[in-house]
């Protein structure tokens, strides 16, 4: 059992291969936090102290304060001044205090209400625990769902309004940690449109830290992942907390440092774009979000992270081989039609590619991005025969057919917008902001849903597509709603996501042989939840090899290789480039996005080679152990390689201002010392002792130059 009651202490442990969890009951009220590290049985006890100025409940002792314990769950108003939890009002003051009643473990999980959540396997138990406000009459169970073997464990919580009364959520983070020190530093993303996930690190200090969105997706701008560690921590040495959130909306991740040294770490849905009120009787199921220690470094976070991710929250397809595709965005932009996307189709056939992917500009007014969105059926002037004659004559290429969405947007100048303006996300006497000449649906109105269900039935249902790409090209300003109540407008945020989450999902039933692509203008929704729905994602707009280099290393960081979508771009006519954007773009899952129909013969027979080569390996990249041997954002290189059995896809990519002649001693520690290597891209040999020992590697210095061994032992 990875989950233990210990009667006499009061005290719950949750064991996973190489870690270890701990709180106790203290007071019968509180959940006092003892341990979260490294495998052990030696769980230290409370330590309870007296805090000055720390507020206790009359008739006990002082040193009882929430105030002065490390804590699993803290409640706004009652005693703990630290960053709370949960902040719930029956009566305006947003105080609430719940004690502990009970507990329960059992085999499996809980689902959530139209949210996202890891998926329970044959191993997976669940340690719930309820607590009780006896003011309003709510019950919170606060959930541990325990993926032992990939040393995660993840927490969600589920609030039933057992009163007479509404209550309003008003912040709802439903995983605190904390740790009983400070002398962390902090990993996370920042950046911005083109410029995704740009990685950075500092010591904690006190106070509260923070990177969360406000904007209704994950965003360009922060990412829910987040890490601690120590400040020596590197690749692999070191501890290392890794955090996340299953959810693709406004969110925050918070760490503050308090008076006594200790950490706090928190994720959750905040309180700024959020707040929730729940009717007598109703219950309400926060988002998941997950944790993981590793007392080796990154390196093994990473790997844990990844296999979780591949094995609990992308779904099944994701595991097959992902399609090479052909998308036509970069190529044609909005400039596309029938006849040029045939000659399109059955150039992708005779070079090898799986997939023709048709991007925007194929529906409604929109030759343009101001005009057409939400007008979900064809351009006749494009698709003269229409869009059914049109899929058929791509497949007939011998190709499969995927398609562009963006079902969450509306142009002004579209006929959706003119019939229902009140579908639109606006502010009663507020002119709603534009962006991208585009506003957004109001995805918590059922009507909205109902009628996306409808048309996009009319428009695909009998259509043989094999993929969708779903885009996301704004974010949500003027948030307001001309379908919830005035005491129900603080909620659009969360349900704007519920509303998302259920038409993914009606894609996924409605449309069985079909996979999603999910993308917010490249990168901006590169999240565990929309990882659920999709198999992959759009990694960023940006196809330059050199940004690309970047953001693909960092994206690896917290999100394994089968989640990011990779475009060779444009090489135009030049061999060295095209085969540096080729070794780039095997990072992850290999597409390109190009004018087909300009490409010399000697372009197109390389191409062609190189999907032969990509698919040789492609299972490697998808499914292996990821290991980081050099990071873009510190050297003039970058090096990693994916293991996977007797197989190893090493690959160094040089910077453009990378030193000349310059040597890298590169260890595979993942390579077995007793076997014999052979390049299969050059037949060279190398003994595993070798290659643990360190490879060496010339960097040539030169523009465009990369390095890619697929190193395959001997049996
Ligand atoms: C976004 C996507 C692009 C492309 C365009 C189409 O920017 O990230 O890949 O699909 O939209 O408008």
Same mark, same amino acid.
Not at 189 to 199: A, D, K, V
Not at 579 to 585: C, L, S
Not at 586 to 600: D, K, P, Q, T
């Given at each position: ?19 270890? +969890? ?50 699993? $769950?803290?409640?706004? %108003? ?17 105080? @609430?205090?719940? $004690? ?7 085999? %499996? ?28 009459? @709510? ?109 693709? =909306? ?16 928190? $994720? ?7 707040? +929730? ?5 109703? &219950? ?43 998308? &036509?965005?970069?190529? @044609? ?148 709603? @001309? ?34 692509? &999910?993308?917010?203008?490249? %990168? ?55 085969? +540096? ?6 990072? =992850?899952?290999? %597409? ?117 061994? +697929? ?5």
């Amino acid at each position: 059992m990875s989950i233990r009651y210990i009667k006499d202490k009061k005290r719950f442990i949750i064991n996973t291969q190489h870690t270890t +969890y701990a709180f106790d009951v203290a007071y019968d009220h509180y959940l006092y936090h003892t341990y979260y590290g490294k495998k052990t049985s030696k769980i230290p006890d409370p330590h309870f102290h007296t805090i000055s100025f720390a507020p206790y409940l009359a008739g006990q002792h002082p040193r009882s304060s929430p105030d002065s314990f490390p804590l699993e $769950v803290s409640f706004y %108003g009652s005693g703990d001044f630290r960053p709370n939890s949960l902040r719930l009002s029956a009566d305006g003051t947003g105080v @609430c205090d719940f $004690v502990y009643q009970s507990y329960r473990i059992f085999k %499996g999980r809980v689902a959530l209400d139209s949210l996202p959540a890891a998926r329970a396997d044959g191993d997976t138990q669940t340690l719930e625990i309820t607590l009780l406000d006896e003011v309003s009459g @709510c019950r919170l169970k606060l959930y541990y769902t325990v993926f032992a073997d990939l040393d995660v464990i993840s927490r969600y919580m589920i609030l039933e309004n057992g009163g007479k009364d509404s209550v309003t959520i008003e912040k709802c983070m439903p995983l605190t940690l904390d740790l009983c020190r400070s002398d962390f530093d902090m990993v996370s993303f920042y950046g911005t449109y083109n410029q995704e996930l740009r990685l950075q690190r500092h010591p904690l200090h006190h106070g509260t830290q923070s990177v969360y969105s406000n904007r209704g997706a994950s965003s360009h701008q922060y990412n829910p992942f987040l890490a601690l560690c120590d400040h020596k921590a590197n690749e692999e040495r070191g501890e290392v907390y890794g955090f996340n959130f299953v959810y693709s =909306g406004s969110f925050l991740d918070e760490v503050d440092v308090d008076q006594l040294n200790r950490t706090r770490v928190q $994720v959750g849905l905040g309180s700024e774009c959020f707040s +929730y009120t729940l009717g007598a009787g109703e &219950t309400f199921s926060s988002p998941e979000a997950i944790m993981t220690y590793s007392a080796s470094g990154f390196g093994k976070m990473t790997r844990n992270l990844h296999r979780f991710v591949r094995d609990h929250i992308m779904p099944a397809s994701a595991l097959a081989p992902h399609p090479v595709v052909l998308n &036509t965005w970069e190529a @044609c932009y909005f400039n596309i039609d029938e006849e040029k996307l045939v000659a399109f189709a059955k150039e992708a056939k005779a070079v090898g590619f799986d997939m023709l992917v048709m991007d925007d500009g194929w529906f409604g007014a929109r030759n343009n991005d101001r005009a057409g969105l939400g007008d979900w059926f064809e351009n006749r002037a494009k698709f003269p025969a229409g869009l059914a004659s049109f899929v058929n004559r791509i497949k007939a290429e011998g190709v499969k057919f995927g398609i562009w969405i963006e079902p969450e947007m509306v142009n002004p100048d579209s006929d959706l917008y003119r019939h229902h303006p009140d579908w639109a996300l606006r502010v009663r006497g507020r002119e709603p902001l534009l962006s991208r000449n585009q506003l957004v649906l109001d995805m918590s109105n059922p009507e909205v849903l109902d009628y996306l269900m409808k048309q996009f039935e009319e428009t695909f249902g009998d259509l043989p597509i094999d993929y969708f790409k779903w885009d996301m090209n704004r974010h949500l300003s003027n948030v307001g709603s @001309c379908y919830l109540a005035s005491n129900k407008q603080g909620e659009i945020f969360f349900r704007y996501m519920q509303g998302v989450y259920r038409l993914l999902e009606w894609f996924a039933i409605r449309f069985p042989n079909a996979v999603i692509e &999910t993308c917010s203008g490249g %990168g901006g929704r590169y999240d565990l939840g929309m990882m659920q729905y999709g198999i992959q994602i759009w990694t960023s707009d940006n196809t330059n090899p050199c940004d690309r280099t970047r953001i693909q290393a960092s994206a690896l960081v917290a999100y394994p290789a089968a989640t990011m979508s990779c475009h060779v771009s444009n090489p135009r006519d030049n061999l060295a480039s095209l085969d +540096y954007r080729y070794k780039v773009a095997v990072g =992850g899952m290999l %597409g390109y996005e190009l004018n087909i129909l300009n490409m010399g013969d000697e372009i197109k027979s390389i191409m062609s080679e190189q999907i032969r080569e990509y698919k040789s390996f492609e299972h490697a990249i998808r499914l292996g152990d990821y290991y980081s041997l050099a990071s873009p954002e510190k050297y003039d290189y970058s090096a990693y390689y994916y293991a996977k059995e007797d197989e190893i896809l090493l690959t160094v990519i040089e910077k453009k201002d990378c030193q000349k002649g310059s040597t890298k001693r590169l260890k595979i520690k993942a390579a077995n010392p007793d076997a014999v290597y052979t390049d299969l891209r050059t037949g060279k040999t190398y003994s595993g002792h070798l290659l643990k020992e360190g490879i060496v590697i010339d960097l040539t210095g030169e523009a465009d130059s990369a390095h890619l061994l +697929y190193l395959k032992a001997k049996a």
